[in-house]
C-alpha cells in the first residue's frame, strides 16, 4: 500500500533562517505532488505542484521553493524565512492531477 | 479564476442534531471530492462524486452531486462528537486539472 511521509511535525525557526521540509512517498511510482500551506483556520493554498522528476510548477509567488530530486521525493525549501511563512504545511501525492489527493500528517512550522 | 465556495464557515451544534455543508464551483466540475480534517489533523478523502445528480452515503454522511456539476453536499445527520472537525470539498480546475479547494465548514458538536 502506499504511504507518504512529511518531517518534522513541529518546527520553530528564527527569522531569517533557511527552511527545508522533505515529503517522501511509498508503494507508488510517478505520483503527482503537491506542497500546501494552510493558516491557522483558514483552507488549503495550493504552493508547487509536480508531475515528474525535475518538474515543478509554482501557484503564487512567494519566498519558497520547491524541488523533486527523485521521484518519490519531493522538497519545499526557503534561503530565508519571514515571519508570514509560518503555517501549516502539507505534502499530498495523487496518481493523476484532479484525483483524490493523500496528505501528509504535516509541518507546523512557526517563524520567530 | 475559477473558484469553489463553502458555506457556511463554521457550524456549531448539538450533539444529535443534523449538519449540512455546501459547496458551490463558478464552473462545471468533472468530479467532486470531499476531505475531513480533524483539529491539528490533515486532510483525509471522504469520498468522490463524478454522475450528475450522484448521491453516496456513508453511515451517517449522505453526498450529493448537483445536476449541474456545478455544486455538492455535505449532511451528516445525527451528529456526534466524532464528527468534529473541518469539512472540505474540492474540484479539479477545468484548465490545468489541479484541485482546487473550498475554504472549509468547520464543524463543532456540543455534548
Known amino acids: 500500500s502506499q504511504t507518504i511521509h512529511q518531517w518534522p511535525a513541529t518546527l520553530v525557526q528564527p527569522v531569517g533562517s533557511p527552511l527545508s521540509l522533505e515529503c517522501t512517498v511509498e508503494?507508488?511510482?510517478?505520483?503527482?505532488l503537491y506542497w500546501y500551506r494552510q493558516a491557522a483556520g483558514r483552507g488549503l493554498q495550493l504552493l508547487f505542484y509536480?508531475?515528474?522528476?525535475?518538474?515543478i510548477s509554482s501557484e503564487v509567488p512567494q519566498n519558497l521553493s520547491a524541488s523533486r530530486p527523485q521521484d518519490r521525493q519531493f522538497i519545499l525549501s526557503s534561503k530565508k524565512l519571514l515571519l508570514s511563512d509560518s503555517g501549516f504545511y502539507l505534502c499530498a501525492w495523487s496518481v493523476t492531477i484532479g484525483t483524490e489527493a493523500f496528505f501528509g500528517q504535516g509541518t507546523r512550522l512557526t517563524v520567530v | 479564476g475559477q473558484q469553489v465556495m463553502q458555506i457556511p464557515q463554521y457550524q456549531h451544534v448539538q450533539e444529535g442534531e443534523d449538519f449540512t455543508t455546501y459547496c458551490n464551483s463558478s464552473t462545471t466540475l468533472s468530479n467532486i471530492q470531499w476531505y475531513k480534517q480533524r483539529p491539528g489533523g490533515h486532510p483525509v478523502f471522504l469520498i468522490q462524486?463524478?454522475?450528475?445528480?450522484e448521491v453516496k452515503k456513508q453511515k451517517r454522511l449522505t453526498f450529493q452531486f448537483g445536476e449541474a456539476k456545478k455544486n455538492s453536499s455535505l449532511h451528516i445527520t445525527a451528529t456526534q462528537t466524532t464528527d468534529v472537525g473541518t469539512y472540505f470539498c474540492?474540484?479539479?480546475?477545468?484548465?490545468?486539472?489541479?484541485?482546487?479547494f473550498g475554504q472549509g465548514t468547520t464543524l463543532q458538536v456540543k455534548p
Open positions: 462524486l463524478v454522475k450528475s445528480g
Open positions: 509536480s508531475v515528474g522528476i525535475g518538474q
Open positions: 508503494g507508488t511510482s510517478n505520483p503527482n
Open positions: 474540492a474540484g479539479p480546475g477545468s484548465n490545468t486539472g489541479k484541485l482546487i
